[in-house]
């Protein structure tokens, strides 16, 4: 506890930029569970909505949302309630990015994974069997091992242009092709590919987020620092809709499991490749993240094919 005083003593005095790793895992954890709060209460919501057309001929209960209903979410509030959940978990986060390094941080919301699940069994009245609670251990087990060994190697970088148009480059390309992917499969999309969707758009959401708040504590916001946060923008809009729809599709454990695996993933892949974050890790922890990886990737496709509402609730035609 000392130490998370003298911790954020550091920051108040210095600013962000101080690489402050126990607070900034602290509030990580405050964030993830202010997300698991959120997603609950928007699934909720999504899911009622989505309901609906369960009472007409040849729909089914679970499925891709409309623009229009999309819309109507806004008026409902269990949904805004959950937004302000999300809100505060996105704060949260942005604070923990400005005192330690991305591969340390955007791992640590792997806990909201486990407080959803119990969240969601209590308030669906379902039992997890056991391979959902065999599916979201690997997942956490995975994730807090890849934190483990980041802490011990992560280092912040210096952001230079080149690095930055990097970041953008990718995210532009993928922008495009998730975009287009959308408008023209997303009614056939089951939740496991909204959820892949969402989590590595949301990967470049914490880097470009990183990315913003490094460039003005390096006192360098100019045009491609606001280039930055027109591309968070619409990396936030996409994943949103794709999260929105995997909700009307999923249960929420299953959205906040390929949402805390694949995006920290994508953002540590980031971090790592393009930032120079993790510079000192030798070949053995190099391994470790690879293993740790796939470890964490596992758990979550058991668990879309494992999950009792997916497989105890088939589609009513």
């Given at each position: 506890?000392?130490?998370?005083?003298?911790?954020?003593?550091?920051?108040?005095?210095?600013?962000?930029?101080?690489?402050?790793?126990?607070?900034?895992?602290?509030?990580?954890?405050?964030?993830?569970?202010?997300?698991?709060?959120?997603?609950?209460?928007?699934?909720?919501?999504?899911?009622?909505?989505?309901?609906?057309?369960?009472?007409?001929?040849?729909?089914?209960?679970?499925?891709?949302?409309?623009?229009?209903?999309?819309?109507?979410?806004?008026?409902?509030?269990?949904?805004?309630?959950?937004?302000?959940?999300?809100?505060?978990?996105?704060?949260?986060?942005?604070?923990?990015?400005?005192?330690?390094?991305?591969?340390?941080?955007?791992?640590?919301?792997?806990?909201?994974?486990?407080?959803?699940?119990?969240?969601?069994?209590?308030?669906?009245?379902?039992?997890?069997?056991?391979?959902?609670?065999?599916?979201?251990?690997?997942?956490?087990?995975?994730?807090?091992?890849?934190?483990?060994?980041?802490?011990?190697?992560?280092?912040?970088?210096?952001?230079?242009?080149?690095?930055?148009?990097?970041?953008?480059?990718?995210?532009?390309?993928?922008?495009?092709?998730?975009?287009?992917?959308?408008?023209?499969?997303?009614?056939?999309?089951?939740a496991l590919t909204y959820v892949i969707g969402a989590g590595v758009l949301y990967g470049f959401v914490a880097t470009l987020a990183k990315v913003v708040i490094q460039r003005i504590y390096q006192t360098q916001f100019e045009w491609l620092t606001?280039?930055?946060?027109?591309?968070?923008?619409?990396?936030?809009?996409?994943?949103?809709?794709?999260?929105?729809?995997?909700?009307?599709?999923?249960?929420?454990?299953?959205?906040?499991?390929?949402?805390?695996?694949?995006?920290?993933?994508?953002?540590?892949?980031?971090?790592?490749?393009?930032?120079?974050?993790?510079?000192?890790?030798?070949?053995?922890?190099?391994?470790?993240?690879?293993?740790?990886?796939?470890?964490?990737?596992?758990?979550?496709?058991?668990?879309?094919?494992?999950?009792?509402?997916?497989?105890?609730?088939?589609?009513?035609?």
């Amino acid at each position: 506890m000392d130490m998370l005083f003298s911790e954020a003593n550091q920051m108040l005095a210095y600013g962000p930029g101080v690489d402050a790793r126990a607070l900034a895992i602290l509030l990580a954890v405050l964030a993830a569970v202010a997300l698991a709060f959120g997603a609950q209460f928007q699934n909720d919501a999504v899911s009622d909505k989505s309901a609906v057309s369960e009472k007409k001929p040849g729909k089914i209960g679970r499925g891709s949302l409309s623009i229009k209903q999309l819309f109507s979410l806004l008026i409902k509030p269990k949904w805004l309630s959950g937004t302000a959940f999300m809100a505060l978990g996105i704060g949260l986060q942005l604070v923990a990015l400005s005192l330690a390094p991305l591969i340390v941080v955007q791992p640590v919301g792997a806990i909201a994974l486990v407080i959803t699940s119990l969240l969601n069994a209590r308030v669906t009245k379902t039992r997890l069997n056991r391979g959902t609670i065999v599916a979201i251990s690997l997942c956490t087990l995975g994730i807090a091992a890849f934190v483990a060994m980041a802490s011990g190697v992560a280092n912040e970088s210096v952001l230079n242009d080149d690095r930055l148009r990097e970041v953008l480059g990718v995210l532009g390309v993928i922008l495009v092709i998730f975009t287009v992917l959308f408008f023209t499969l997303g009614r056939q999309a089951k939740a496991l590919t909204y959820v892949i969707g969402a989590g590595v758009l949301y990967g470049f959401v914490a880097t470009l987020a990183k990315v913003v708040i490094q460039r003005i504590y390096q006192t360098q916001f100019e045009w491609l620092t606001v280039f930055c946060l027109v591309a968070l923008i619409g990396a936030v809009s996409l994943g949103s809709w794709f999260v929105q729809n995997a909700y009307s599709s999923g249960p929420p454990d299953l959205v906040i499991a390929g949402l805390t695996v694949i995006d920290p993933l994508v953002a540590v892949s980031i971090g790592i490749v393009i930032l120079g974050e993790a510079t000192s890790a030798n070949l053995p922890v190099i391994l470790g993240f690879g293993l740790s990886a796939i470890v964490a990737v596992i758990g979550v496709i058991l668990l879309s094919k494992v999950h009792p509402e997916l497989t105890l609730k088939p589609a009513k035609g």
